[in-house]
């Protein structure tokens, strides 16, 4: 039977992988945009919100952060487009690159962590500016940032470990795609939010 689109297929098809990662993207972005929002409702109700985050070490490292997310998207949209013209093995290359830039950003997060809580004090529940919430949600929301990268490591390490033994679709390494780009996207609303906007001057 013709389509009434005269096309071949319907406009309005998608895959069931795809359509699973948009469904979760949107459900984690909503959980996103709820911290972000009672940590900026938190920051704008509190006069005495604490700002601990110097040019060096802080901002240099969220800086470099950004820089490795936002080059491991491009590298990602590459390993993309590789698969997508049969080139298994260029997919595999730019995807370590993918899984090399997360892995930088983890080492650095977690540097920076060390200094926050080593040096400045600064825990979840405690800080010298008897501002707890401020520890609470600043670790809340980079954690869970966090915990998705490294989430997003691991995926990326399955994908390319099975496109080098010829397994997998170039819809699979979409799909992956599409999570990494949204974990990059959140970053940076979290750089500008938590660091900039929170930088000691």
Same mark, same amino acid.
């Given at each position: 039977?013709?389509?009434? #689109?005269?096309?071949?297929?319907?406009?309005?098809?998608?895959?069931?992988?795809?359509?699973?990662?948009?469904?979760?993207? @949107?459900? !984690?972005?909503?959980?996103?945009?709820?911290?972000?929002?009672?940590?900026?409702?938190?920051?704008?109700?509190?006069?005495? #919100?604490?700002?601990?985050? @110097?040019?060096?070490?802080?901002?240099?490292?969220?800086?470099?952060?950004?820089?490795?997310?936002?080059?491991?998207?491009?590298?990602?949209?590459?390993?993309?487009?590789?698969?997508?013209?049969?080139?298994?093995?260029?997919?595999?290359?730019?995807?370590?690159?993918?899984?090399?830039?997360?892995?930088?950003?983890?080492?650095?997060?977690?540097?920076? #962590?060390?200094?926050?809580?080593? !040096?400045?004090?600064?825990?979840?529940?405690?800080?010298?500016?008897?501002?707890?919430?401020?520890?609470?949600?600043?670790?809340?929301?980079?954690?869970?940032?966090?915990?998705?990268?490294?989430?997003?490591?691991?995926?990326?390490?399955? @994908?390319?470990?099975?496109?080098?033994?010829?397994?997998?679709?170039?819809?699979?390494?979409?799909?992956?795609?599409?999570?990494?780009?949204?974990? !990059?996207?959140? #970053?940076?609303?979290?750089?500008?939010?938590?660091?900039?906007?929170?930088?000691?001057?």
């Amino acid at each position: 039977m013709e389509s009434v #689109w005269h096309g071949g297929a319907s406009p309005y098809s998608i895959g069931s992988k795809k359509l699973g990662m948009w469904l979760f993207i @949107i459900s !984690d972005a909503l959980t996103f945009s709820a911290l972000l929002m009672v940590y900026t409702y938190l920051r704008l109700s509190n006069p005495n #919100w604490p700002k601990p985050f @110097i040019f060096s070490p802080s901002i240099i490292f969220s800086s470099i952060m950004t820089f490795c997310l936002l080059s491991s998207s491009l590298t990602m949209v590459m390993a993309v487009h590789a698969m997508n013209h049969g080139n298994r093995k260029s997919t595999v290359r730019w995807i370590l690159a993918t899984i090399a830039g997360g892995l930088a950003f983890v080492i650095l997060h977690a540097s920076e #962590w060390r200094h926050l809580i080593l !040096d400045e004090h600064v825990t979840p529940f405690h800080n010298e500016w008897n501002v707890p919430l401020f520890g609470g949600t600043f670790f809340t929301l980079t954690g869970l940032h966090m915990t998705h990268v490294v989430i997003g490591v691991i995926y990326l390490g399955i @994908i390319a470990f099975a496109v080098g033994r010829g397994k997998f679709k170039a819809e699979d390494v979409e799909v992956s795609g599409l999570y990494w780009h949204f974990v !990059d996207l959140v #970053w940076m609303f979290i750089f500008p939010l938590v660091y900039l906007m929170s930088a000691k001057v």
